[in-house]
């Protein structure tokens, strides 16, 4: 039997023992302050369109094969159709991870650092990999340290170039010492040599080490000037 509203097409329907069916042409409006389901499993077999904030208490578990797509169909989140888990983050443009005030660590739950990799018991490596049959620095792997006389991201100005003696860029190698404290054990500093023109940056390569004595201040070894 059906409770029918205006026609027959908005009802509320035993279907059976176990179910209960409510139908309608166009939609089901629920404006209650809260709708509860404790069903075990809620199967929505159509879209589902969310206008405001939704508070999830559980976990949401979704297929491997299943995408998590914004706007476009080419900016998505799924897990690995190959290997399940490996998760896949694909987007039409841009990736943006922003951190207003924390870190992000691969492998570690407080880096010390913007972004942190690390692992336990073998090489915690960062690979930069160039696939091209063109020879030139263009299609190469780059490490490159940026240096700005701005405050402002992306944003360059005539009158704040990096002048002379700015550190431009340092690979760093730490150690821990017998104190069971990190300490910097050596450093090649990239810097001007002499402060920036209309055209050019003026550049000096800086090797430097610790010795025994020097408590974290290593001692400048070799200087690569601009001359």
Not at 17 to 27: F, K, P
Not at 39 to 65: E, K, M, Q, R
Not at 70 to 99: C, G, M
């Amino acid at each position: 039997n059906k409770l029918c509203f205006n026609d027959a097409s908005q009802f509320v329907q035993g279907s059976s023992n176990a179910v209960l069916s409510i139908g309608a042409t166009d939609e089901i409006d629920l404006t209650a302050t809260e709708v509860e389901l404790n069903a075990t499993t809620v199967d929505i077999n159509g879209n589902v369109d969310i206008s405001g904030t939704t508070a999830l208490n559980g976990d949401i578990t979704l297929p491997h094969n299943i995408k998590i797509i914004f706007d476009s169909a080419d900016t998505y989140i799924y897990a690995n159709t190959h290997n399940p888990e490996d998760l896949i983050i694909a987007a039409d443009e841009d990736i943006l991870l922003e951190v207003s005030d924390g870190q992000v660590g691969i492998n570690n739950d407080n880096p010390g650092s913007l972004l942190e990799i690390s692992k336990v018991s073998g090489a915690a490596t960062l690979e930069l990999s160039s696939w091209s049959a063109t020879a030139t620095a263009a299609h190469a792997g780059k490490l490159i340290f940026q240096k700005s006389g701005t405050a402002t991201v992306n944003t360059f100005t005539s009158t704040d170039h990096t002048t002379a003696g700015e550190i431009l860029g340092r690979v760093e190698a730490w150690g821990v010492n017998d104190s069971d404290a990190a300490t910097l054990s050596s450093y090649i500093e990239f810097a001007n040599d002499a402060v920036s023109d209309a055209d050019s940056s003026p550049g000096k390569i800086v090797f430097a080490t610790s010795d025994a004595d020097d408590a974290g201040t290593p001692t400048v070894r070799m200087t690569i000037d601009d001359a």
